[in-house]
């Protein structure tokens, strides 16, 4: 059974920095494409990075860009997601995904609430 | 960025057919694919996997979800709505980055 397991959530203040983990089991991980996909309270989904499945290549929407990092480890089947400079606006559940396209399979969701 | 746009709502009687649209502000069709998307998500769940590239089915779900579209002009339809089947309905497209989703469509039974 595929599961995606997300942690490192929580409350930060403007201007600091958090990374989130989402540890996946259930399939091959080094095969597949990953992606950060956000949901603001009451809001809809948006799209936030993809990393392929090796790591080679990484894309990130332009609000995200330069601040936060997303990044793999094949040995470890764990995903990551770097976020530097938060910003209120980005206070959200992250969701974490597997796909380079369709996206599949996803966690639970880890909430991030960026306050002073 | 290609603007992905939904109907807010639908409201559809228990074993009738729903039919929930997207429309792309560009074609994310490929000569070989039609990248489209289609998930569910229920309050205070993850969003799931319905169809993806426009018309094939995904791991698991019930034949009463179907998928048809080409272009710019997509449709999943429900066919026959059931209690279980409440929740908001997102298109999402994978044809160019960024990879954007529609507003999401929050299907209720009349």
């Known amino acids: 059974e595929v599961q995606l397991v997300e942690s490192g959530g929580g409350l930060v203040q403007p201007g600091r920095s958090m990374k989130l983990s989402c540890a996946a089991s259930?399939?091959?991980?080094?095969?597949?494409?990953m992606a950060w996909v956000r949901q603001a309270p009451t809001k809809g989904l948006e799209w936030v990075a993809t990393?392929?499945?090796?790591?080679?290549?990484?894309y990130y929407r332009d609000s995200v860009k330069g601040r936060f990092t997303i990044s793999r480890d094949n040995a470890k089947s764990t995903l990551y997601l770097q976020m530097n400079s938060l910003r209120s606006e980005d206070t959200a559940t992250y969701y974490c995904?597997?796909?380079?396209?369709?996206?599949?399979?996803w966690g639970q969701g880890v909430m991030v609430t960026v306050s002073s | 960025d290609i603007v992905l746009t939904q109907s807010p709502a639908l409201a559809v009687s228990l074993g009738q057919r729903a039919t929930i649209s997207c429309r792309a502000s560009?074609?994310?069709?490929?000569?070989?694919?039609?990248?489209m998307h289609w998930y569910q998500q229920k309050p205070g769940q993850q969003p799931k996997l319905l169809i993806y590239?426009?018309?094939n089915l995904a791991s698991s779900i019930p034949a009463r979800f179907s998928g048809s579209g080409s272009g710019t002009d997509f449709t999943l339809t429900i066919n026959p709505v059931q209690a279980d089947d409440i929740a908001t309905y997102y298109c999402?497209?994978?044809?160019?980055?960024?990879?954007?989703f529609g507003s999401g469509t929050k299907l209720e039974i009349k």
């Open positions: 995904t597997r796909g380079g396209g369709e996206l599949d399979y």
């Open positions: 259930g399939f091959t991980f080094s095969n597949y494409g």
């Open positions: 990393i392929s499945y090796d790591g080679s290549s990484t």
């Open positions: 560009q074609s994310v069709s490929t000569s070989s694919y039609n990248l």
């Open positions: 590239d426009a018309s």
């Open positions: 999402q497209q994978s044809r160019e980055l960024p990879f954007t």
